[in-house]
């Protein structure tokens, strides 16, 4: 696989893309029926997030089948029939594997909770000591992360909800189940896999509390997990498939090894440093401003740090457990267009592969819901609780939920501005937007000016220019927290790349070298230059990219 640098790939959320039964609830066909819409906006693969067999209590990351499609999302023909539509337009097809955990309802669980041993050492359960909870971590969606079984005597391990039960890795039974499960999917034509927290994989020998946190320390990038992704790779044919790992808490150091082409591990990563720029002491459910001096670092330590190591990032901004973006950096009233375009331009010129998740290429927003009966999320839902348990009002809770939630990312997206978007026939799973009438991907797909055209357009510039894929980048404006600017180069050729991530005109200077620039592209009608002081106006949120 050596053409990943140049691919832009599209991330769909099966149950909020299109529904082509008219259910409410999204599925296979709806994809199918879209694909002349992907190939229109000119991405490469797509990202399908898990269709699987699950009873859906973590929307489909609680995996019950990994062979089989729930019947809510369609059948195999179905599947089969998308690749082969997807290859027509060349889409090649990515599948999300959730390895980490499997839900209570896998086979292997119920066989492990019927008093199976075989099976019980395909996860942890554990004797606590004198009947006491094994440790004292937390999953991630609330509370212990440990569920006792009476009829056992034992506790199991679950890092997310409880019905989501930590798989043990340390057993070589359960990797080569999961290394068939990769192989079934590559010979049915799939091209390649996103896999689910994968640096989470791998468990200390020992269960100790956490005196310092909630026990992610013990295995985030845990003791064997390169080792574990370079034999799964290994064993797969890791190197004619297209990977990124979504890597929770992780490090620079890892991250390298786990994307460097001699490590044999994977293609790239996703981080998450980025997205926390907003949580107040790194409280996901405290609000704070974002703050843009903590952002700028952050990309500079990662983009120079996985240049220097031969790493490579998964560069996004948006996904299914992310509010929209738009709504969080930007202005989606005053300045949508504009804050839209620039944070899709600080993303796609930086060095790294480019994810686009469903509606972010339209400036879909955050649908700003009011009642805890609006969402859906099984987080959502049990942080009401918690907030609410923990003093804060009920108007406080909404409000940070809104701000929050993975719902905001999980609203249906917003085709056309008839009756449900165009999404389905009938009430979908989860509220649309109420602002689905403006922003549709009708009103902007043959529109000049529009955030779908500006996205078409970052992504040809990726195909005809090598600099965007292969260059090497240095940052510029480094001690301005509200400029993000970056150059880009390759041999003779330079790029200037310039983001005003505020709402406030800013102006800097042009770079030695670049008097002589030609317009690569702007968010704005025109630049505004000023050959004779040699400084460029950035007015509110504009992106602007010279070349030398
Ligand atoms: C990942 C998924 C998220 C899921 C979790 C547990 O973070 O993106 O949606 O809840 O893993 O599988």
Redesign the pocket.
């Known amino acids: 696989m050596t053409d990943f640098k140049r691919k832009v790939i599209y991330q769909i959320y099966p149950k909020s893309f299109k529904d082509s039964d008219g259910d409410g609830f999204g599925d296979l066909r709806g994809v199918t029926e879209k694909l002349d819409y992907l190939q229109d906006l000119g991405v490469d693969d797509l990202w399908l997030?898990p269709f699987f067999l699950s009873p859906q209590n973590?929307?489909g990351?609680d995996v019950a089948d990994y062979r089989r499609i729930d019947p809510k999302f369609g059948t195999m023909a179905d599947l089969e029939e998308l690749i082969a539509e997807g290859g027509k337009r060349g889409l090649g097809l990515m599948l999300d594997m959730?390895f980490?955990?499997t839900s209570t309802s896998h086979e292997w669980f119920r066989r492990a909770m019927a008093g199976d041993e075989k099976y019980q050492k395909y996860y942890f359960f554990v004797d606590g000591e004198g009947g006491q909870v094994p440790t004292n971590w937390q999953s991630?969606f609330g509370g212990s992360a440990w569920e006792y079984v009476p009829s056992l005597r034992k506790w199991y391990l679950h890092l997310?909800d409880v019905t989501?039960a930590d798989l043990n890795w340390e057993n070589p039974e359960v990797r080569e189940e999961l290394k068939d499960i990769i192989r079934f999917w590559k010979d049915k034509g799939i091209k390649g896999f996103r896999f689910?927290?994968v640096n989470l994989i791998s468990k200390p020998d020992i269960w100790e509390d956490d005196a310092e946190g909630d026990g992610r320390r013990f295995y985030s990038d845990g003791p064997r997990i390169h080792e574990y992704l370079q034999e799964l790779m290994r064993d797969t044919g890791g190197e004619e498939m297209i990977t990124v790992g979504?890597m929770?808490s992780t490090t620079l150091e890892h991250c390298i090894r786990y994307s460097n082409p001699e490590e044999k591990e994977l293609l790239m990563c996703f981080n998450f440093h980025h997205l926390k720029i907003d949580y107040n002491n790194g409280q996901k459910w405290e609000l704070m401003e974002p703050n843009l001096t903590a952002l700028k670092q952050l990309f500079v330590e990662w983009q120079i740090g996985m240049q220097e190591g031969n790493g490579w990032n998964a560069l996004f901004w948006c996904?299914?457990?992310q509010p929209r973006i738009v709504s969080r950096l930007g202005n989606e009233e005053a300045y949508w267009y504009e804050s839209a375009t620039m944070l899709a331009t600080v993303i796609h010129l930086m060095r790294g592969t480019p994810y686009i998740f469903q509606g972010e290429e339209i400036g879909m927003t955050n649908p700003h819901y009011t009642s805890v009966s609006q969402y859906r999320d099984i987080?959502s839902i049990n942080y009401y609780e918690i907030l609410l348990a923990q003093g804060k009002s009920k108007a406080e809770t909404l409000e940070i939920l809104a701000a929050r939630s993975?719902d905001n990312g999980r609203t249906p997206m917003q085709w056309d501005d008839t009756a449900y978007a165009g999404f389905s026939e009938t009430e979908p799973w989860i509220e649309i937007p109420d602002n689905y009438k403006m922003i549709n991907t009708a009103a902007q797909q043959y529109e000049e000016r529009s955030i779908f055209a500006y996205y078409k357009q970052l992504i040809r510039l990726r195909k005809d220019n090598p600099l965007v894929a292969d260059g090497d980048i240095a940052f510029m404006e480094e001690d301005n927290p509200h400029i993000l600017a970056y150059q880009r180069s390759l041999g003779e050729e330079r790029w200037f790349v310039w983001n005003n991530l505020t709402g406030d005109q800013e102006t800097v200077r042009l770079p030695r070298g670049c008097e002589h620039h030609r317009i690569i592209l702007g968010n704005y009608e025109s630049a505004d230059i000023n050959q004779e002081k040699c400084e460029i106006t950035l007015r509110p949120y504009e992106a602007l990219v010279l070349s030398e």
């Open positions: 997030t973590d929307n990351y959730v980490n955990h991630k997310f989501q689910d927290v979504e929770s996904n299914h457990d987080e993975r």
